[in-house]
Protein backbone atom coordinates (compact mmCIF):
# COMPACT_ATOMS: atom_id res chain seq x y z
CA UNK A 1 0.00 0.00 0.00
CA UNK A 2 1.59 3.38 -1.19
CA UNK A 3 1.58 5.67 1.42
CA UNK A 4 3.16 9.09 2.22
CA UNK A 5 3.02 11.08 5.58
CA UNK A 6 4.29 14.72 6.12
CA UNK A 7 5.45 16.21 9.41
CA UNK A 8 7.46 19.37 9.72
CA UNK A 9 5.01 21.31 9.76
CA UNK A 10 4.20 24.30 13.10
CA UNK A 11 4.09 27.68 13.83
CA UNK A 12 7.41 30.04 12.87
CA UNK A 13 7.83 33.84 12.85
CA UNK A 14 8.08 35.92 9.54
CA UNK A 15 11.43 35.74 8.33
CA UNK A 16 11.93 32.37 10.21
CA UNK A 17 13.10 28.88 8.82
CA UNK A 18 10.81 24.96 7.96
CA UNK A 19 11.99 22.03 7.14
CA UNK A 20 9.14 19.49 6.10
CA UNK A 21 9.88 15.71 5.35
CA UNK A 22 7.74 13.66 3.45
CA UNK A 23 8.14 9.48 4.33
CA UNK A 24 6.76 7.38 1.60
CA UNK A 25 6.10 3.71 1.58
CA UNK A 26 4.77 0.98 -0.57
CA UNK A 27 6.22 1.76 -3.58
CA UNK A 28 9.74 2.05 -5.54
CA UNK A 29 10.48 5.76 -4.78
CA UNK A 30 13.21 6.41 -6.70
CA UNK A 31 11.67 5.89 -9.78
CA UNK A 32 9.31 8.40 -9.33
CA UNK A 33 9.00 12.27 -9.46
CA UNK A 34 7.73 13.85 -5.78
CA UNK A 35 6.27 17.26 -5.49
CA UNK A 36 5.00 19.79 -2.84
CA UNK A 37 1.12 21.44 -2.91
CA UNK A 38 0.05 23.95 -0.40
CA UNK A 39 -3.22 25.19 0.24
CA UNK A 40 -3.92 28.42 2.48
CA UNK A 41 -6.69 28.40 4.67
CA UNK A 42 -9.85 28.42 2.56
CA UNK A 43 -8.25 28.87 -0.73
CA UNK A 44 -7.46 26.11 -3.06
CA UNK A 45 -4.38 24.14 -4.54
CA UNK A 46 -1.61 26.14 -5.17
CA UNK A 47 1.79 23.50 -7.02
CA UNK A 48 4.89 24.51 -4.98
CA UNK A 49 7.56 22.46 -6.33
CA UNK A 50 8.65 19.37 -8.08
CA UNK A 51 11.76 17.24 -8.07
CA UNK A 52 12.24 13.94 -10.26
CA UNK A 53 13.81 10.49 -9.25
CA UNK A 54 16.97 11.34 -10.34
CA UNK A 55 17.21 14.41 -9.02
CA UNK A 56 17.73 15.91 -12.59
CA UNK A 57 14.63 17.45 -12.92
CA UNK A 58 13.70 20.29 -9.65
CA UNK A 59 11.05 23.11 -10.78
CA UNK A 60 9.30 25.77 -8.46
CA UNK A 61 6.61 27.80 -8.62
CA UNK A 62 7.21 31.71 -8.67
CA UNK A 63 6.19 32.73 -5.34
CA UNK A 64 8.74 29.85 -3.79
CA UNK A 65 11.90 30.89 -6.11
CA UNK A 66 14.69 31.43 -4.03
CA UNK A 67 13.77 30.82 -0.61
CA UNK A 68 12.04 26.96 -0.98
CA UNK A 69 14.36 24.29 -1.77
CA UNK A 70 13.02 20.66 -2.54
CA UNK A 71 15.25 17.90 -2.24
CA UNK A 72 14.94 14.06 -1.42
CA UNK A 73 16.42 11.32 -0.12
CA UNK A 74 16.24 8.27 -1.87
CA UNK A 75 17.94 5.48 0.57
CA UNK A 76 15.71 6.78 3.14
CA UNK A 77 12.20 6.83 0.65
CA UNK A 78 11.67 10.99 1.84
CA UNK A 79 11.03 13.81 0.58
CA UNK A 80 11.79 17.68 1.82
CA UNK A 81 11.19 21.06 1.92
CA UNK A 82 13.29 23.27 2.92
CA UNK A 83 11.58 26.79 3.76
CA UNK A 84 13.19 30.23 4.31
CA UNK A 85 12.35 33.56 4.70
CA UNK A 86 9.13 32.50 5.38
CA UNK A 87 6.37 34.95 4.92
CA UNK A 88 2.30 35.32 5.92
CA UNK A 89 1.51 34.33 2.57
CA UNK A 90 3.38 30.90 3.15
CA UNK A 91 0.63 29.96 5.84
CA UNK A 92 -1.01 26.57 4.46
CA UNK A 93 -1.40 22.81 4.76
CA UNK A 94 1.57 21.57 2.87
CA UNK A 95 1.05 18.07 1.12
CA UNK A 96 3.56 15.86 -0.55
CA UNK A 97 2.10 13.85 -3.99
CA UNK A 98 3.61 11.41 -6.20
CA UNK A 99 3.55 12.25 -10.09
CA UNK A 100 2.22 9.17 -11.87
CA UNK A 101 5.12 9.91 -14.66
CA UNK A 102 2.02 11.68 -16.27
CA UNK A 103 2.60 14.95 -13.95
CA UNK A 104 -0.63 13.59 -12.44
CA UNK A 105 -0.72 13.23 -8.60
CA UNK A 106 -2.44 9.97 -7.79
CA UNK A 107 -1.29 9.87 -4.07
CA UNK A 108 -1.36 12.40 -1.48
CA UNK A 109 -0.28 12.56 1.94
CA UNK A 110 -2.55 13.87 4.61
CA UNK A 111 -0.80 17.16 4.79
CA UNK A 112 0.93 19.53 6.87
CA UNK A 113 0.34 22.62 8.99
CA UNK A 114 2.75 25.48 8.26
CA UNK A 115 1.57 28.77 10.34
CA UNK A 116 4.07 31.78 9.83
CA UNK A 117 2.96 34.92 12.40
CA UNK A 118 4.24 36.99 14.94
CA UNK B 1 -0.67 28.64 -17.85
CA UNK B 2 -3.62 30.44 -15.74
CA UNK B 3 -6.90 28.25 -15.77
CA UNK B 4 -10.38 29.41 -14.92
CA UNK B 5 -13.09 27.34 -13.59
CA UNK B 6 -16.87 28.33 -13.90
CA UNK B 7 -18.77 28.49 -12.27
CA UNK B 8 -17.01 28.92 -8.90
CA UNK B 9 -20.01 27.45 -6.64
CA UNK B 10 -22.97 25.67 -7.66
CA UNK B 11 -25.90 23.95 -5.82
CA UNK B 12 -27.68 20.69 -7.06
CA UNK B 13 -29.49 17.56 -5.69
CA UNK B 14 -28.79 14.12 -5.64
CA UNK B 15 -29.32 12.14 -9.13
CA UNK B 16 -28.77 15.94 -10.88
CA UNK B 17 -26.30 16.05 -13.63
CA UNK B 18 -23.18 18.60 -13.23
CA UNK B 19 -20.93 20.05 -15.39
CA UNK B 20 -17.98 22.27 -14.60
CA UNK B 21 -16.08 24.04 -17.25
CA UNK B 22 -12.04 24.59 -17.38
CA UNK B 23 -10.43 26.79 -19.62
CA UNK B 24 -6.62 27.29 -20.31
CA UNK B 25 -4.99 30.25 -21.62
CA UNK B 26 -2.99 28.62 -23.53
CA UNK B 27 -3.38 25.19 -25.10
CA UNK B 28 -2.58 22.45 -23.45
CA UNK B 29 -3.80 19.94 -25.64
CA UNK B 30 -5.03 16.73 -23.66
CA UNK B 31 -2.37 17.50 -20.48
CA UNK B 32 -5.17 18.28 -17.60
CA UNK B 33 -6.57 16.47 -14.57
CA UNK B 34 -9.14 16.55 -12.38
CA UNK B 35 -9.14 16.34 -7.92
CA UNK B 36 -11.93 15.90 -5.71
CA UNK B 37 -11.07 17.32 -2.25
CA UNK B 38 -13.48 17.07 0.51
CA UNK B 39 -13.16 19.41 3.97
CA UNK B 40 -10.17 18.54 5.93
CA UNK B 41 -8.71 16.05 3.05
CA UNK B 42 -6.53 15.52 0.56
CA UNK B 43 -7.07 16.13 -3.05
CA UNK B 44 -8.06 12.73 -4.62
CA UNK B 45 -7.26 12.19 -8.67
CA UNK B 46 -10.49 11.51 -10.76
CA UNK B 47 -9.20 12.06 -14.33
CA UNK B 48 -6.06 12.43 -16.28
CA UNK B 49 -5.38 13.07 -20.09
CA UNK B 50 -8.69 15.24 -20.03
CA UNK B 51 -10.72 12.15 -20.09
CA UNK B 52 -9.22 9.08 -18.47
CA UNK B 53 -11.06 8.00 -15.66
CA UNK B 54 -8.68 6.50 -12.69
CA UNK B 55 -8.38 3.58 -11.39
CA UNK B 56 -11.37 3.20 -8.65
CA UNK B 57 -13.34 6.19 -9.43
CA UNK B 58 -17.19 5.76 -10.19
CA UNK B 59 -18.10 5.54 -14.18
CA UNK B 60 -20.28 8.88 -13.39
CA UNK B 61 -17.56 10.61 -13.91
CA UNK B 62 -16.61 12.08 -17.07
CA UNK B 63 -13.77 14.35 -18.18
CA UNK B 64 -13.69 15.74 -22.05
CA UNK B 65 -12.23 18.57 -24.01
CA UNK B 66 -8.69 19.54 -25.45
CA UNK B 67 -6.72 21.79 -26.41
CA UNK B 68 -7.99 25.13 -24.51
CA UNK B 69 -11.66 23.95 -23.07
CA UNK B 70 -12.65 20.95 -20.53
CA UNK B 71 -15.10 19.93 -18.95
CA UNK B 72 -15.91 17.52 -16.02
CA UNK B 73 -19.71 16.23 -16.12
CA UNK B 74 -21.06 14.04 -13.40
CA UNK B 75 -23.65 11.99 -14.73
CA UNK B 76 -25.93 11.46 -11.43
CA UNK B 77 -24.74 13.22 -8.79
CA UNK B 78 -24.73 11.04 -5.21
CA UNK B 79 -24.07 12.31 -1.90
CA UNK B 80 -20.63 11.58 -1.40
CA UNK B 81 -19.82 13.35 -4.61
CA UNK B 82 -20.59 16.85 -2.99
CA UNK B 83 -17.25 18.49 -2.86
CA UNK B 84 -14.96 20.87 -4.29
CA UNK B 85 -13.23 20.17 -7.72
CA UNK B 86 -9.83 21.71 -9.55
CA UNK B 87 -8.64 20.91 -12.69
CA UNK B 88 -4.58 21.42 -13.05
CA UNK B 89 -2.92 21.38 -16.10
CA UNK B 90 0.22 18.94 -16.32
CA UNK B 91 1.58 20.36 -19.61
CA UNK B 92 3.93 22.56 -18.72
CA UNK B 93 5.72 23.77 -15.50
CA UNK B 94 4.65 25.27 -12.89
CA UNK B 95 1.48 22.95 -13.23
CA UNK B 96 -1.15 25.27 -11.89
CA UNK B 97 -3.81 24.34 -10.48
CA UNK B 98 -7.69 26.27 -11.32
CA UNK B 99 -9.65 28.21 -8.48
CA UNK B 100 -11.67 25.49 -8.00
CA UNK B 101 -15.61 24.95 -8.09
CA UNK B 102 -17.38 24.21 -5.17
CA UNK B 103 -20.75 21.77 -5.05
CA UNK B 104 -22.81 21.48 -2.81
CA UNK B 105 -26.38 20.91 -1.82
CA UNK B 106 -29.35 22.33 -3.57
Known amino acids: ?118 | IQLTQSPSSLSASVGDRVTITCRASQGISSFLAWYQQKPGKAPKLLIFAASTLQSGVPSRFRGGGSGTEFTLTISSLQPEDFATYYCQQVNSYPFTFGPGTKVDIK
Open chain 1, 1 to 118: EVQLVESGGGLVKPGGSLRLSCAASGFTFSDYTMIWVRQAPGKGLEWVSSLSGNTRYIYYADSVKGRFTISRDNAKNSLYLQMNSLRAEDTAVYYCARDDFGGNNDYWGQGTLVAVSS
